[in-house]
């Protein structure tokens, strides 16, 4: 299996919560590697370029909305089969849908706010870990 490269963004509602530590802590303890982390408020506009894919969508401008609410952690992360790994770690988009023990199915109060963001693919993944760190950012 080949190493790769996935973006967490701890969401609003992750920071709200207080729940930052709880998420790093299991994402540390699933064998990811921290490469960058850093606190941040996005702008509309870089929300809305982030969630480019879904424009169009009827839930594009609430989850723009959402985004920009409040502080987010944006974390770099690297792991062999991180993708795959990651998507399994933090369960369905929807909480309700999520497996037991799973991040958003501990966590998450909806299909919106889901404490957490996760890549989809291996280009996806480098793509937007890019989007937030520079290269000499990732340690
Ligand atoms: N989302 C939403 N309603 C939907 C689908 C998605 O509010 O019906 C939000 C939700 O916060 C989700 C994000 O848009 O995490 C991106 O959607 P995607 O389908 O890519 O889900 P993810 O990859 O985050 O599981
Ligand atoms: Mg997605």
Redesign the pocket.
């Known amino acids: 299996m080949a190493i790769e490269r996935t973006l967490c963004i701890m969401?609003p509602d992750c920071v709200r919560k207080n729940l930052q530590g709880e998420v790093l802590s299991r994402l540390q303890k699933a064998g990811f590697k921290v490469l960058g982390l850093k606190q941040i408020r996005l702008t509309k506009e870089e929300a809305g370029a982030f969630?480019g894919?879904?424009k169009g969508?009827?839930?594009?401008d609430?989850?723009v909305e959402?985004?920009t609410s409040g502080s987010c952690v944006p974390v770099a992360l690297e792991k062999e089969n991180a993708i795959s790994d990651y998507?399994t770690l933090?369960g369905?988009?929807?909480p309700k849908d999520a497996a037991d023990g799973t991040i958003?199915k501990l966590f998450a109060d909806?299909?919106?706010?889901?404490i957490?963001?996760?890549?989809?693919s291996v280009e996806n993944g480098k793509h937007e870990v890019n989007f937030f760190f520079a290269e000499s950012e990732l340690i």
């Open positions: 969401k969630y894919v879904h969508r009827p839930f594009y609430g989850l959402f985004m998507r933090i369905a988009t929807d958003r909806n299909k919106g706010e889901n957490v963001h996760g890549s989809d």
